[in-house]
């Protein structure tokens, strides 16, 4: 391979996945608007017409909000490594920092901060102006700061020394360096999971121990049932930030909890909240959680062992506007440059998703109540303006769940819905 052929095949697959997005966001756009004039029928009695026709409205603003700044990411991908950008950082970096590790901490926090700057603008809009608009918003211009102001000292402290003691193994610890760094990487993603309930998700949210009795009461035989251990059920001021409800589990081992958004629990009754919850149970109890863990760690080890190889090529340095190899920018170039190429196969990871998520539809219904979980969805898709008719060529690249239509038919067909 040399230099220019890469610098052609990734131009190549840029355009390739930029163009794939672009036209599944238009699809999407399209298809919800031809079906914006009428509630679909299996919904026809739950839900009303100004509703469906908000969701269609905040669809289409999503997508065509999404289409700029899918152009915008990849002219700026293109400046930072076929422009030059980033060869231009680093060799400041390296004129301000000396070489070693210290340069390759500068090259990627400058970088961090660079890119925070130029997207900023979008997420001030997505927030401000676009949930604003379908009033969805909560977040006050101070939440917005004090969350960036956090999130922002909360990356340097756990990021910066995960990536120095990452660019010193590439230095310094021979051939196997991707192996080391691999099991680093493992290690520190389960030491966050394990801290995050008690130590990183207070500092941005409250949560109460969870008030109602009734609801308690129903949680907590629905939990001896599925013979389920948690380190408690809390509820959580999602409000703060927007009115869109969700429920989920967070932390692994004895650091489990349960956590209720404030919304979700206002506006689903006892036994709804029972049937989603249910569901997030489903997760645990059919080995999603496991699956899903391995399967990332496989393919981390796999991207690790790619970039071992790389990184002594000098292809692929110059191939992407770097004309002075260097660790740092090895692990920058390869982790901006690798979605280019893998976007066209992430349908295969969404589909895997979506398996799982009719699996854990399919236990809740055998532990608790498929009908009641079917009104519950139908409300969250409702309050959260979700639309009901997706694109299927979007929803295959980019959703988690099924759509709504063959989620609740598959409900209803196992009988108990
Ligand atoms: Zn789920």
Not at 166 to 174: C, K
Not at 245 to 268: C, H, M, P, Q, S
Not at 402 to 412: D, F, H, V
């Amino acid at each position: 391979m040399t230099a220019h052929v890469f610098s052609l095949v990734f131009i190549a697959f840029l355009v390739l996945s930029t163009l794939l997005q672009l036209w599944l966001k238009t699809r999407h756009l399209r298809h919800v608007l031809a079906h914006r004039a009428a509630v679909p029928a299996d919904f026809a009695s739950q839900i009303e017409l100004d509703a469906h026709q908000k969701a269609a409205d905040y669809t289409a603003a999503k997508m065509r909000f999404a289409r700029i700044s899918i152009v915008w990411e990849a002219l700026l991908l293109a400046a930072f490594t076929l422009g030059g950008g980033i060869g231009w950082l680093d060799a400041t970096a390296r004129e301000l920092a000396g070489t070693g590790i210290w340069a390759g901490l500068a090259l990627i926090a400058g970088l961090t901060l660079v890119n925070g700057v130029l997207s900023l603008p979008f997420s001030l809009y997505a927030t401000f102006v676009l949930e604003a608009r379908f009033g969805f918003n909560k977040v006050t211009p101070a939440v917005f700061v004090t969350d960036m102001v956090k999130s922002t000292l909360l990356g340097a402290a756990l990021g910066l020394p995960l990536i120095a003691l990452i660019l010193w193994l590439m230095e310094a610890s021979g051939s196997l360096w991707w192996l080391y760094a691999w099991a680093v990487w493992v290690a520190f993603g389960l030491a966050v999971m394990a801290i995050y309930p008690t130590f990183i998700a207070p500092l941005f949210n409250k949560f109460t121990p969870l008030a109602d009795a009734t609801l308690k009461q129903r949680i907590d035989a629905l939990l001896n049932k599925c013979g389920f251990a948690s380190n408690g059920v809390f509820v959580m001021d999602g409000s703060k930030r927007s009115s869109h409800g969700n429920a989920y589990f967070t932390g692994f081992g004895k650091t489990k909890r349960i956590v209720f958004f404030d919304t979700l629990v206002e506006r689903l009754t006892p036994l709804e909240v029972e049937a989603v919850l249910a569901h997030e149970l489903g997760h645990y109890k059919r080995k999603h959680i496991i699956k899903r863990m391995a399967t990332m760690y496989g393919l981390g080890l796999l991207t690790m062992a790619l970039l071992g190889y790389i990184k002594d090529t000098s292809w692929f340095y110059a191939g992407l506007g770097v004309a002075v190899p260097s660790t740092a920018a090895a692990l920058i170039l390869f982790f901006l440059a690798l979605p280019v190429f893998t976007f066209p196969f992430g349908w295969i990871a969404s589909r895997g998703s979506r398996k799982h998520e009719y699996e854990a539809d399919e236990y809740a219904a055998e532990v608790s109540d498929g009908s009641a979980l079917v009104s519950g969805l139908v409300k969250l898709y409702r309050d959260n303006a979700a639309t009901l008719t997706p694109d299927p060529l979007h929803s295959l690249f980019y959703d988690s769940h099924p759509p709504a239509a063959l989620r609740i038919a598959a409900l209803r067909g196992q009988g108990r819905g």
